[in-house]
């Protein structure tokens, strides 16, 4: 079975660009989760999706970030105009249920903003 | 948010040697808590979890404990290998809520 699996793995942008990470999730898994880690920082919470709904959203930092999951499968973070301090790992996670289990991350997006 | 801490950002060990993790949470309404391993450019890695309902739970070579009195929970890894040189994160979870990790230590083991 495969993991969750992120796109790009590796992403250098400019200031200003825009930049679209993509996250599929375990098969079946109806929760889907975005979070950031900035270096030598915590693991960030961002927003949970529950299917293509937005269960909770806020840890998003602005409306700079834009979170989709249309058709409750694949999920996008889109980041624009992109920031410095927006630079980062992204990482997807997805559970078969909320809270209590065990969540599974994919191996992370990591973006550089110059 | 809730906040998750680590005693120590940064741990080296001889190989052979036990290691032990700590992690101070916050919350103590905090039911579920796992430990992840993050290898250099790899996504976190499930360890072992425990409930609040456990003070202590064994994996292969590695056990967790948890005091929930003084709100602690600690990794202990067995007969340290250079293959667990990593960053291991706690994460703690309320029922309903999201999970809040630490910053995370770092393990060196030394050959």
């Known amino acids: 079975e495969a993991g969750v699996t992120q796109f790009p793995s590796h992403s250098v942008i400019e200031k200003g660009q825009t930049v679209t990470l993509r996250c599929d999730p375990i098969s079946g898994h109806d929760n889907l989760y975005w979070y950031r880690r900035v270096m030598g920082k915590e693991i960030k919470f961002l927003l949970h999706?529950?299917?293509?709904?937005?269960?909770?959203e806020s840890g998003m930092p602005n409306n700079r970030f834009l979170a989709e999951r249309t058709g409750g499968t694949y999920s996008t973070l889109k980041v624009q105009p992109a920031e410095l301090e927006d630079s980062g790992v992204y990482f997807c996670?997805?559970?078969?249920?909320?809270?209590?289990?065990?969540?599974?991350f994919g191996e992370g997006s990591w973006l550089t903003v110059v | 948010g809730e906040s998750v801490g680590l005693h120590l950002p940064t741990l080296s060990v001889q190989e052979g040697d036990n290691s032990i993790i700590n992690c101070a949470y916050s919350?103590?309404?905090?039911?579920?808590f796992i430990w992840y391993k993050q290898e250099s450019g790899k996504g976190p890695q499930f360890i072992i979890d425990i409930r609040s309902n456990m003070d202590k739970r064994q994996g292969q070579r590695v056990t967790v404990l948890l005091n929930k009195t003084v709100k602690h929970l600690s990794l202990q890894i067995a007969a340290t290998q250079p293959g667990d040189s990593a960053v291991y994160f706690c994460?703690?979870?309320?029922?309903?809520?999201?999970?809040?990790f630490g910053t995370g230590t770092s393990l060196t083991v030394i050959p």
């Open positions: 919350n103590s309404a905090s039911d579920y």
């Open positions: 996670a997805s559970s078969q249920y909320h809270s209590g289990n065990t969540i599974y």
């Open positions: 999706f529950v299917k293509e709904s937005k269960q909770d």
């Open positions: 994460a703690e979870n309320e029922a309903g809520n999201q999970f809040y």
